[in-house]
T-cell receptor, first 113, second 113 residues
């Protein structure tokens, strides 16, 4: 699975958009980009995933560059409850492999009032 | 229940003791994963079940670690002769291919003294 690189931490003001970058320059053509987050003392929570098209759901938007070497997770209106570690993961669909996730260190996002 | 449950939530063991950690996935979920999360790090894959079959155990760190899922629902992760380096949070996740969303439990925090 491709390795991903994320900044270790970032701050965001409550009510503003949070843009979380991720580099995955060695991603292969059939690897998806997944985003999970982990709030303190809880298990990781799925946010969104995509292959090459931009994706949006009720939690966030995922923007993937045309060359697929990087992506950005956008939390449109950050709240204090969005404070968490955010993980960007490149991996295969379960139809191609077991779908096991290879987490890195993630980005610690702190939303401040 | 509505989500993945794990028990116990906290376990303190003396070095050399055997421990058993339980995971109750969401009913009907075919896939079940175990991950280990050391303090300050992202989760690391341990093993994967598809129904009752253990299809991947490449992440188990030693032969002291053993996992089972005999009826394709509840799973148990057993660690024999615990060592201090086994201290971590053990996370269980379930899913139903091919949606690729993994639903995590809250984890069991194991402390080996």
């Amino acid at each position: 699975d491709a390795k991903t690189t994320q900044p270790p931490s970032m701050d965001c003001a409550e009510g503003r958009a949070a843009n979380l970058p991720c580099n995955h320059s060695t991603i292969s053509g059939n690897e998806y980009v997944y985003w999970y987050r982990q709030i303190h003392s809880q298990g990781p929570q799925y946010i969104i995933h995509g292959l090459k098209n931009n994706e949006t759901n009720e939690m966030a938007s995922l923007i993937i560059t045309e060359d697929r070497k990087s992506s950005t997770l956008i939390l449109p209106h950050a709240t204090l409850r969005d404070t968490a570690v955010y993980y960007c993961i490149a991996g295969f669909m379960t139809t191609d492999s077991w779908g096991k996730l290879q987490f890195g260190a993630g980005t610690q996002v702190v939303v401040t009032p | 229940g509505a989500g993945v449950s794990q028990s116990p939530r906290y376990k303190v063991a003396k070095r050399g003791q055997d421990v058993a950690l339980r995971c109750d996935p969401i009913s009907g979920h075919v896939s079940l994963f175990w991950y280990q999360q050391a303090l300050g790090q992202g989760p690391e894959f341990l093993t994967y079940f598809q129904n009752e079959a253990q299809l991947d155990k490449s992440g188990l760190p030693s032969d002291r670690f053993f996992a089972e899922r005999p009826e394709g629902s509840v799973s148990t992760l057993k660690i024999q002769r615990t060592q201090q380096e086994d201290s971590a949070v053990y996370l269980c996740a379930g899913g139903d291919p091919p949606t690729d969303t993994q639903y995590f439990g809250p984890g069991t925090r194991l402390t080996v003294l």
